[in-house]
C-alpha cells in the first residue's frame, strides 16, 4: 500500500529524531545542505535567485523532489531575503550576487569594525540606542540620517517627549525610515513566501530543517559588530568588555531564537559557528571566550525543548573533548572539516554526528569514488545509529549526478539489519 505524504513525513521524522536520540533508524538518514544548488540544477543565475522568489523556490522543490532527502533544506537558510530588500536600505555588510559579486556566485561578506573599540561603553549602556542611532547607520546607506535622531530613551519625558516626533519630519530621516519600509514590504514577501515553502514541502513528506537561526554571542559581536580583526585585538586589549557584551547579547540571541522556533512549529535551531574551530584561538581563549557562552545557549535550547543543530564550520579536532560535555541524545551536529571518524570516536556517545562527503568529490569524482567513501562513512561513523549523511562545505558546484549517485547509495546501503 502507497504510504501517504503525511505517512512519509512522519516516518522521516522518526528517521531523523531516532538518530538525534543515538539510536538505530531503520536506515541512515540523507540530508545535503543544498545551498545554492538548487540555481544550478535548473540554471539559473544566482542574482536571478536572489530576485526572483518563484523561481527560486520552484528550483528547491524541483530539487527536493528528485533527490527525495529525509529533511527539506529551507531555501530561506541560503537567501535570507530578496536582493531588493538589501537595495532598498543600500546594505553595506555583504555583496551580493550582481551587485559587487558575479552574478553567478554566491554572496560574500564584508569585514569591518562597523563598532568601534572605544564603543563598547555606549553599546552596554543601551544596546537598543546604539543598534538605532550609531550601528544602523554605518550598515545601511539610507539610514545614515538617523545619527540626528536623539536618544529614545526621551521618550520617557511623558506627554513633554512627544516633541521629538518634530524630528521626524526632517526631509533625511523621513526618507530613511521610508527605505526601511520599502525594505520591509520586500522582505516580507519574502519571508512569507519561504514559510509557505516549508510548508507546502512538509505536506509533500518532508519536514523541513530548521525553525529558527541563534548565533554563538562571540560570533554575532565579530561577525557583526568588531569584525574579526577587533574581536581579537580585544581579546588581549578589553577582555572584560568583551565578555560583558556576550553577556549582555545572550539573552536576546535566546530569546529570539526560542521564540522564532516556537512560532515556526520546528524545534531544530540551526546554529552556524564562525570563529570557535581550531586556529582562529588557542584552547584557552575557547576556554574563556566562546565555550561557556555557546555552551549555555546550546543548553538553554535544550531546556526549553528544542533540539540544538550546531554547524561546527572548519575543525575543530582540538575542541572535540569540550563537546563531549553536552547532554546525550541531544543534539544534531553538522561536522564540516574536522576527523570525522575522530569525532565518531570522541563523540559517538554524546551527539548525532551529520556530515561529511567532501563537495571535492561529489564535484570532481567518479560515481565509484563516491559510493566508496559514503561506504566508508555509513560503516564507520554510521555503526550503531547517530548519524546522518550530509555534506561538508557548500554543494553549489557539485555535478548533479554524482549528487544522485551519493543520495541512492546511501539509501540502498545505508539500511540497518
Not at 173 to 192: D, P, T
Not at 273 to 285: K, P, T, Y
Not at 369 to 377: E, H, I, T
Not at 379 to 396: C, L, T
Request: glycine share 8%.
Amino acid at each position: 500500500m502507497e504510504k501517504t505524504s503525511q505517512g512519509l513525513c512522519h516516518e522521516r521524522e522518526k528517521r531523523i529524531n531516532d538518530a538525534i536520540q543515538l539510536k538505530v533508524p531503520d536506515r541512515v538518514p540523507i540530508f545535503p545542505l543544498t545551498s545554492f544548488y538548487a540555481a544550478k540544477v535548473v540554471g539559473m543565475t544566482l542574482e536571478e535567485a536572489f530576485y526572483d522568489c518563484d523561481r527560486w523556490l520552484a528550483a528547491n522543490k524541483k530539487v527536493t523532489l528528485e533527490l527525495d532527502p529525509d529533511m527539506s533544506f529551507s531555501p530561506g537558510f541560503a537567501i535570507f531575503t530578496s536582493g531588493a530588500a538589501y537595495e532598498a536600505v543600500d546594505f553595506k555588510q555583504i555583496k551580493w550576487p550582481g551587485h559587487g559579486v558575479s552574478p553567478h556566485h554566491t554572496f560574500q561578506f564584508v569585514e569591518g569594525e562597523y563598532m568601534k573599540a572605544d564603543e563598547y561603553d555606549a553599546f552596554l549602556y543601551d544596546p537598543s540606542d546604539y543598534a538605532l542611532r550609531i550601528y544602523a547607520p554605518r550598515i545601511y546607506g539610507t539610514l545614515a540620517p538617523l545619527g540626528m535622531l536623539p536618544p529614545a530613551s526621551a521618550l520617557l519625558n511623558g506627554y513633554a517627549g512627544v516633541t521629538i516626533c518634530s524630528v521626524l519630519a526632517i526631509p533625511g530621516i523621513a526618507e530613511a525610515f521610508e527605505s526601511l519600509y520599502k525594505a520591509g514590504l520586500e522582505s516580507m514577501k519574502w519571508a512569507m513566501a519561504t514559510a509557505a515553502y516549508d510548508k507546502e514541502m512538509a505536506g509533500l513528506g518532508y519536514p523541513p530543517f530548521a525553525g529558527a537561526v541563534a548565533l554563538a554571542p562571540f560570533d554575532m559581536i565579530s561577525d557583526n559588530l568588531r569584525g574579526m580583526r577587533g574581536a581579537m585585538l580585544d581579546m588581549y586589549r578589553q577582555p572584560d568588555k568583551l565578555l560583558a557584551a556576550q553577556e549582555k547579547l545572550f539573552p536576546m540571541i535566546l530569546g529570539s531564537a526560542i521564540g522564532n522556533a516556537q512560532r515556526s512549529g520546528n524545534p531544530r535551531v540551526f546554529i552556524p559557528l564562525h570563529r570557535g574551530a581550531d586556529g582562529f584561538m588557542s584552547s584557552q581563549q575557547f576556554e574563556t571566550f566562546y565555550w561557556p557562552f555557546l555552551k549555555n545557549l546550546i543548553l538553554a535550547l535544550i531546556d526549553a525543548g528544542l533540539t540544538p543543530c550546531p554547524f561546527w564550520e572548519g575543525c575543530y579536532d582540538q575542541r572535540l573533548e569540550y563537546l563531549a560535555e553536552l547532554p546525550k541524545g541531544k543534539i544534531f551536529g553538522i561536522f564540516d572539516t574536522s576527523d570525522i571518524f575522530r569525532v565518531k570516536e570522541v563523540l559517538g556517545d554524546t551527539m548525532c554526528i551529520v556530515g561529511n562527503m567532501p563537495v571535492s568529490l561529489l564535484q570532481t569524482g567518479t560515481p565509484e569514488k563516491v559510493k566508496d567513501y559514503a561506504k566508508k562513512l555509513i560503516d564507520v561513523v554510521g555503526k550503531d545509529g547517530g548519524f546522518i549523511m550530509s555534506n561538508r562545505g557548500v554543494m553549489d558546484e557539485c555535478d548533479p549526478e554524482l549528487v544522485k549517485v551519493w543520495v541512492d547509495f546511501t539509501k540502498e546501503y545505508g539500511v540497518y539489519r
